[in-house]
T-cell receptor, first 119, second 113 residues
Framework: AQTVTQSQPEMSVQEAETVTLSCTYDTSESDYYLFWYKQPPSRQMILVIRQEAYKQQNATENRFSVNFQKAAKSFSLKISDSQLGDAAMYFCAYRSWDRGGGGADGLTFGKGTHLIIQP | NAGVMQNPRHLVRRRGQEARLRCSPMKGHSHVYWYRQLPEEGLKFMVYLQKENIIDESGMPKERFSAEFPKEGPSILRIQQVVRGDSAAYFC???????????FGPGTRLTVL
């Protein structure tokens, strides 16, 4: 079974600064997906960024980028120019490659990192 | 284009009662996933359903929990004889399947008194 570990229960960053959230995972699979989700106080899960394991290029979405190190099984999230609206719980998640028949496995989540933005 | 809908948003039950949580997937989505989030924890996968079929229930507790996704209507997560430990937020996600993204609903917060 796959596991996802987020070793930072809480991180704090000054507004406009850059912060990196860490995530490691364990799997015996060679093909898979990795995700970062944001959960603000509303509790709505919002997809921030997604990475396919076969892609060597790191995914980016505006101020959000990842550092994907497949050999090290590491998938960190970098948030540049932090904004007050970035304050939330951030969850790293893993999903196996397609299971065939058009289906896909459920996501395996880490325990989350609480990100605090200081004005 | 409505997103994933879950109702009720909040549900209070006394120990021993039944809880029914409903999830309407996004239009065009035939794959539904249920997750449970305990306080201070990440989401834990419970069950994956396609229309009228349970595909993977490896995360479902063996007793008191069941799920269905009928041909017509929403997916239902049913918890019989609830206990205090069932208090959690229950999230539903839907997708078109395959490599497509799972979109999450707003969750149902279940409180067992």
């Amino acid at each position: 079974a796959q596991t996802v570990t987020q070793s930072q229960p809480e991180m704090s960053v000054q507004e406009a600064e850059t912060v990196t959230l860490s995530c490691t995972y364990d799997t015996s699979e060679s093909d898979y997906y990795l995700f970062w989700y944001k959960q603000p106080p509303s509790r709505q899960m919002i997809l921030v960024i997604r990475q396919e394991a076969y892609k060597q290029q790191n995914a980016t979405e505006n101020r959000f980028s990842v550092n994907f190190q497949k050999a090290a099984k590491s998938f960190s999230l970098k948030i540049s120019d932090s904004q007050l609206g970035d304050a939330a719980m951030y969850f790293c998640a893993y999903r196996s490659w397609d299971r065939g028949g058009g289906g896909a496995d459920g996501l395996t989540f880490g325990k989350g990192t609480h990100l605090i933005i200081q004005p | 284009n409505a997103g994933v809908m879950q109702n009720p948003r909040h549900l209070v039950r006394r120990r021993g009662q039944e809880a029914r949580l409903r999830c309407s997937p996004m239009k065009g989505h035939s794959h539904v996933y249920w997750y449970r989030q305990l306080p201070e924890e990440g989401l834990k996968f419970m069950v994956y359903l396609q229309k009228e079929n349970i595909i993977d229930e490896s995360g479902m507790p063996k007793e008191r929990f069941s799920a269905e996704f009928p041909k017509e209507g929403p997916s239902i997560l049913r918890i019989q004889q609830v206990v205090r430990g069932d208090s959690a937020a229950y999230f539903c996600a839907s997708s078109r399947g395959g490599a497509n993204e799972q979109f999450f609903g707003p969750g149902t917060r279940l409180t067992v008194l």
